[in-house]
């Protein structure tokens, strides 16, 4: 079976906003704004934006830049439009096939997005085309399970529900941990200066019950399960006592871990 990793359709947007947004995506919003703007960018271009977490963070932190947000999924950015200041750019877009000109941008960013491109290097490679001569692409991915035990929790309930075909969800947003194929492919791709950056997080959870929510059904693993002809709603149900049991009795935290990259242009 062929699982679509990247759907992000339906009511997903509104679950992964409301659900994952708290827990996961917002302190990396922080740590990513603040690294772009370390690089004086002013022409910056997001790709795979999802519901504009990191959109808004990133005006907050570069307030003079011009900064035009794309994703793959037009029901992410109707979100992430909510968001931002009405005369921002906010467009569907594909990382690998970009409609911009050669040149523009002088820092493409992205934030747990890469994992998901069918072609990992046609994503470089676009990047590299669109930046300027002394642009630089900044992009998050998570780091494994191992460091990001929610997920192996997750990918544990969904192997025990579906031992015969697992959903893959749970593979793929946290495949691209080790660090040398992607400086690698960058390298290869033209960029020159590169840099990661590990940061672990402490990640404060007010609800089980709205994280779980997030993990289950703010994702396309609610449609894997659905396609298997299991219930996203008992598997949510699942998946509270098991993160209760793994990391105790909301409001509480849970360890997680990104890793950050960055590669400037060749000079």
Not at 150 to 159: H, T
Not at 198 to 227: K, M
Request: aromatic share 8%; charged share 20%; hydrophobic share 45%.
């Amino acid at each position: 079976m062929v699982d679509d990793a990247a759907g992000f359709l339906g009511s997903i947007p509104h679950h992964y906003d409301t659900g994952l947004g708290p827990v996961i995506f917002e302190h990396y919003a922080e740590v990513l704004a603040r690294l772009v703007a370390s690089t004086g960018a002013r022409r910056i271009l997001e790709t795979a934006a999802g519901t504009g977490i990191s959109s808004a963070a990133l005006l907050r932190h570069n307030p003079q830049a011009e900064l035009v947000v794309t994703d793959l999924n037009a029901p992410m950015l109707e979100i992430a439009r909510t968001k931002l200041p009405a005369a921002t750019q906010v467009q569907v877009a594909d990382a690998q096939d970009l409609p911009f000109e050669t040149g523009h941008f002088e820092a493409v960013v992205c934030q747990f997005g890469v994992m998901f491109y069918p072609d990992l290097g046609a994503g470089f490679r676009e990047a590299r085309r669109v930046l300027s001569p002394e642009g630089t692409f900044v992009f998050s991915v998570w780091d494994a399970h191992a460091q990001n035990p929610f997920a192996a929790v997750a990918d544990a309930l969904l192997a025990d529900a579906f031992p015969d075909d697992k959903p893959s969800f749970y593979r793929v947003p946290f495949g691209r941990s080790d660090v040398d194929p992607l400086r690698r492919l960058a390298q290869e791709c033209d960029f020159g200066a590169y840099s990661v950056d590990v940061v672990p997080h402490e990640a404060l959870v007010s609800s089980w019950t709205d994280f779980a929510t997030g993990l289950i059904l703010g994702n396309p693993v609610a449609d894997q399960i659905r396609s298997r002809g299991g219930d996203p709603a008992a598997v949510q149900a699942a998946a509270v006592r098991a993160l209760e049991a793994e990391f105790g009795p909301a409001p509480t935290t849970m360890p997680i871990q990104a890793l950050f990259h960055r590669a400037t242009v060749r000079r």
